[in-house]
């Protein structure tokens, strides 16, 4: 790999990580927070409560009182009971036949009005709220493929600053939008800059600041912050009854990002790599300063050094794409792992998230819990990474979670056991999920580093989309949705066994370095003792085409 001396000559004035990242690494950190609460508002927003048929003569309106939703006396002569002997949700009788509602009762014990309570999105038009969510999870897959290489194009600032904006305007927006197709429009736009701009970003921009000792604990803090931002999901829909008022106060946390244009540096290898060095260069020294480390940074010093070194750069380079993870064997088994995990982890940990309603209790209380256990497992892993190794807890984490999903199907629903069972799923799928953006980028070889983690990205964004849809399964079996999510999670869980271990060793460079790294070495190798190096079994050169790396 190409390795721009001067540039890390500059970057190892500021050390790892001092009081210049750690400002920055907040700044950064506000945009996982917002990520989260847009990701999951709808939840609150356009939330399904417990209803039943209007019964014409019985009720007086269709914002009945809760008392009246289960008024087996008054009601038995009017809905029938489904197979646990409860009242019916989408079916009233009319003499001995049985027809669907024309218009419903809501319990109104949580959530007095939302976008399924006005719309009716309940019974044969249950789809269509899981379509509204759906289609905010493919406006984040959009975000995450357009405004990714957008950030390498133009800088990781501006694309930061203008999703702040934008996640700002179209979520206040959205909660005055008064009609269902309008509305799917601007939920869409709104994944784009909601849950995807700042955030990914924001990521990036940490990465490309701290160093090497802080980026598992930084990486980690993002899925942490994420998590924090789902408990203000819970929090303000506690307080905020009115659906419009909630969007609008979850839109007003796009003010937390507009300071940023001000305070917030551009990432200075991206400036580095753009040819605009002074800037880079004064950046870092600004840093420096305020790290406190008594150094001082030669700015033509360093100028007129990176000019000497590129005179001497002559060494052609070759790109290599999303192409080449499939032509060679294990780069292609290594590859389709990975995805398969991407997709595990994402449809496992958004279907726990989104079904958090359907669990006994306060829903607010549910899904705030449901963020908050994730807290225990993210501090966990900062401390057993490096001692354990990626492959061995990604797939202990990605087994148990799955194990907990199928158990807490078959148990009596909203049970205090069936809730304890979810939430440790979720804390089990929520650190799997973590150490899979760092173990992703320890398997791939550096030229084709940003595609694996683009393509991995990808997948999770398609398991969030097609999560929404699963759920409505929950019409025919309730167990439907938790068994699929379980299922998929223990067979991604077990076939990491079949990755190498990266801990502790060089990252793949080349496509050459990334079709040897690994081969043999899978968890049950290793138990056998039988655990070859990342360089054996190295195939005839005739079979690879020898490549040289980019610089990322």
Not at 1 to 15: C, P, S, W
Not at 156 to 179: D, H, N, Y
Not at 185 to 202: C, D, E
Not at 279 to 302: C, F, H, Q, S, W
Request: glycine letters at 10%; proline letters at 3%.
């Amino acid at each position: 790999m190409a390795v721009d001396h001067t540039l890390e000559e500059l970057m190892g004035m500021l050390g790892d990580f001092g009081r210049y990242q750690a400002f920055q690494f907040v700044l950064h950190l506000l945009a996982a927070v917002t990520a989260g609460l847009h990701m999951l508002s709808l939840v609150t927003v356009a939330a399904v409560p417990e209803h039943r048929c209007f019964i014409e003569g019985v009720d007086s309106s269709s914002f009945n009182t809760t008392s009246s939703m289960l008024d087996f006396n008054t009601l038995g002569q009017y809905i029938p009971l489904n197979k646990d002997g409860e009242l019916e949700s989408c079916w009233m009788m009319e003499g001995l036949n049985r027809t669907t509602c024309t218009s419903y009762v809501y319990n109104n014990t949580y959530y007095k009005s939302s976008r399924a309570i006005e719309w009716d999105l309940v019974c044969d038009r249950e789809w269509m709220g899981a379509l509204a969510q759906t289609v905010y999870m493919l406006g984040v897959f959009t975000g995450a493929v357009w405004l990714g290489g957008l950030a390498d194009k133009v800088g990781r600032k501006k694309v930061f600053c203008w999703s702040g904006l934008l996640q700002l305007i179209l979520g206040v927006a959205v909660a005055f939008t008064p009609e269902y197709y309008s509305f799917l429009v601007i939920r869409y736009l709104y994944g784009i800059f909601g849950s995807a701009g700042s955030y990914i970003t924001g990521f990036v921009l940490t990465m490309e600041l701290v160093g090497p000792s802080k980026r598992t604990p930084c990486g980690i803090s993002f899925q942490a912050a994420f998590a924090g931002g789902i408990i203000l999901v819970a929090a303000w829909g506690a307080v905020i009854h009115d659906r419009m008022l909630l969007q609008v106060i979850y839109g007003l946390h796009g003010l937390l990002l507009i300071a940023h244009w001000w305070v917030m540096d551009e990432s200075p290898r991206w400036l580095w790599m753009q040819n605009r060095k002074r800037e880079a260069i004064d950046i870092i020294a600004k840093a420096v300063r305020m790290n406190g480390r008594g150094l001082t940074v030669d700015k033509e010093y360093y100028l007129s050094k990176d000019k000497s070194s590129y005179a001497v750069e002559s060494t052609p380079k070759t790109t290599a794409g999303l192409t080449d993870l499939f032509k060679t064997p294990n780069l292609r088994k290594m590859t389709l792992n990975v995805c398969l995990c991407w997709f595990a982890n994402s449809i496992t940990y958004y279907g726990l998230s989104l079904s958090s309603g359907n669990l006994g209790g306060n829903p607010f209380l549910i899904l705030f819990l449901m963020a908050l256990v994730e807290m225990p497992s993210y501090i966990s892993i900062s401390f057993l990474l490096d001692k354990l190794g990626r492959r061995s807890i990604t797939s202990s984490l990605m087994l148990a979670g799955g194990i907990c999903c199928i158990v807490a199907a078959y148990l009596t629903k909203g049970s205090i056991e069936s809730t304890t069972i979810v939430m440790f799923g979720k804390l089990f799928i929520a650190g799997s999920f973590a150490v899979i953006y760092n173990y992703s980028a320890e398997l791939f070889p550096t030229v084709v580093r940003n595609s694996a983690m683009g393509l991995g990205s990808m997948c999770a964004r398609l398991a969030g989309a097609s999560t929404p849809m699963i759920i409505l399964f929950q019409s025919f079996d309730a167990r439907i949705p938790a068994v699929i999510f379980g299922v998929i999670s223990l067979i991604s869980g077990a076939w990491v066994l079949f990755l190498p271990e990266t801990n502790g060793k060089p990252m793949p460079q080349s496509l050459q370095d990334g079709e040897n790294f690994g081969r043999g070495d899978t968890a049950f190798s290793s138990c056998m003792g039988r655990n070859k190096t990342h360089m054996e079994d190295m195939p005839p050169a005739q079979q690879m085409v020898q490549l040289q790396t980019i610089e990322r």
